[in-house]
């Protein structure tokens, strides 16, 4: 299957990264809808979609208001927007409140339940809540023998090892590099050598970072040698990147 990073920055866009998205265009699935999101339109192979939501934040959320247009044109047929009970009251209530975003998309939302099937029973879905400021949840996929787990935005904890063992690829949010330690905590993220042991713990294949913070554009914003000296198998994640599983 087909993996498309539409954005990896975290917090804000910048000139290099636009903020969380991430697509399987075959099978119609998008992990969150940030910025990103205006990316969904030109990379359809279906023309319904599920959306999955970790969590509220607008780095998260705010490109579900750009998809208002393909979903007029007819370029999507159909929408499930899937999150907590408290994700989608906070979209519904504050995104698409009236003096925001005055209209609201033609949006099926589901509260997640334990296992959610999509794609025609194709992929199943599982979730598990992570530690961040408003709480946020991380997502577990399955297709035939193929499994993925996406983690942001969270401070790495062993309460989701299990969740994530064994995966052929984990994408899991790393916004700072270990200098910058103590931001992690401050903030509800995670820092590099964190989360290359949780990878290296869990004995996952390998490992895309993603949610960089915004603030760097260089080409190693996170330290990938600090990450690789623990768990080899760990990569960087940029905008457009696609990957095959
Ligand atoms: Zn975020
Ligand atoms: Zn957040």
Redesign the pocket.
């Known amino acids: 299957m087909r993996l498309l990073f539409l954005g990896t920055g975290?917090y804000h866009p910048n000139e290099r990264r636009h903020t969380a998205g991430i697509m399987l265009p075959e099978l119609g699935i998008l992990f969150d809808a940030g910025s990103s999101a205006f990316r969904v339109a030109s990379h359809l192979a279906t023309q319904q979609i599920d959306i999955f939501l970790?969590?509220a934040?607008l780095?998260?959320v705010q490109g579900l208001t750009y998809l208002l247009v393909p979903l007029a044109r007819g370029q999507i047929t159909h929408c499930r927007v899937h999150a907590s009970p408290d994700t989608i009251a906070a979209v519904k209530e504050h995104l698409f409140s009236e003096p925001l975003f005055p209209v609201l998309p033609a949006f099926e939302f589901l509260p997640l339940t334990d296992q959610v099937a999509v794609a025609n029973g194709q992929a199943i879905i599982t979730h598990q809540p992570l530690h961040?400021?408003?709480g946020?949840v991380g997502y577990r996929l399955q297709v035939g023998d193929k499994k993925i787990a996406y983690i942001?935005?969270t401070t790495v904890s062993h309460s989701y090892v299990d969740f994530v063992r064994g995966v052929d690829l984990l994408i899991h949010e790393c916004y700072f590099p270990d200098a910058m330690a103590d931001w992690a905590g401050k903030t509800?993220?995670s820092y590099t050598s964190q989360v290359a042991s949780l990878a290296s713990e869990a004995r996952v294949t390998r490992m895309y970072l993603t949610h960089i913070d915004p603030q760097r554009s260089d080409d190693d914003p996170i330290g990938l040698a600090t990450a690789r000296a623990i768990f080899p198998e760990t990569y960087l994640a940029e905008d457009l990147m696609e990957l095959e599983i």
Do not use: E, L, M, R
């Open positions: 975290g970790t969590h934040h780095d998260h961040h400021p408003g946020s942001t935005d509800g993220h």
